[in-house]
């Protein structure tokens, strides 16, 4: 099993910047891959930003590409989403996920930490 537990998110002004964490714990996480995932009332829960932990296979959605930046810090097992010039669009809960690279499901999933862009 894989607890993950996120922190960080709250309101910040349009162009202001927010990091989010992810702290992750039960077993080793290095042939795992670690995502950020957001979902926006009336909107689909979309990928935002993945990355596999013991490093390579980054990808970010067009829509935070060069704003937002995934991070793996092994000594805290903690997963970093470093969001900056942030705008409304950003609004949304964000989600840590975690998969073994051989499955294609994310198993394991934190609560959530909610983002508020104001304008």
């Known amino acids: 099993q894989v607890q993950l537990v996120e922190s960080g998110g709250g309101l910040v002004q349009a162009g202001g910047s927010l990091r989010l964490s992810c702290a992750a714990s039960g077993r080793t996480l290095s042939s795992y891959r670690m995502s950020w995932f957001r979902q926006a009332p009336g909107n689909e829960r979309e990928l935002v930003a993945s990355?596999?932990?013991?490093?390579?296979?980054?990808y970010y959605a067009d829509s935070v590409k060069d704003r937002f930046t995934i991070s793996t810090y092994n000594a805290q097992n903690t997963v970093y989403l470093q969001m900056s010039s942030l705008s409304p669009d950003d609004t949304a809960v964000y989600y840590c996920?975690?998969?073994?690279?051989?499955?294609?499901?994310?198993?394991?999933w934190g609560q959530g930490t909610q983002v508020i862009v104001s304008s």
């Open positions: 990355t596999i932990w013991s490093g390579g296979g980054t």
């Open positions: 996920a975690a998969r073994e690279l051989s499955k294609s499901r994310y198993a394991y």
